[in-house]
């Protein structure tokens, strides 16, 4: 009988550490939630940041590139990449959303990104957060 009941108290013991495996499970998904909130709000802030400082000087404009080099490699270990949606870019709706259509007659640019209103990611192979763009379609006459 004795052994019966040192095998359930072993029995219970395991249970009760797996449910403290799973709250930290759960905890560490939270935390990664927010994290991932987080970059996204600095991303944004970023990109608008850096796409002004284009326009208030070389110095300024040099001194963008700088944090973003500094910054890329780092993000890249956390399984972190932006989404490619330069202009002139072919539109890709796995990771773009377009939000604005501009029609053009030149046919090179069919189907090609015209302009970028906030960047997205991929976060450990699945995209997190689409980029929004425009998007060029053309129109023959």
Known sequence: MKQVETQLEKVSESLGEGQKIQEQIRSLKDTEEKLLKLFEIYQEQFW?????????????????????????????LCGISPVDAEAG???????????????????????????????????RGSVRKKAQIAAFRYKHE
């Open 48 to 76: 608008a940041i850096h796409h002004m400082a284009s326009e208030l000087g070389d110095e300024w404009k040099k001194q963008m590139e700088l944090i973003v080099r500094n910054t890329e490699n780092q993000i890249r």
């Open 89 to 123: 870019k072919k539109v890709d709706y796995a990771v773009h959303e377009v939000l604005e259509v501009i029609e053009t007659q030149d046919s090179q640019k069919d189907q090609t990104v015209a302009a970028v209103y906030r960047p997205g990611y991929v976060y």
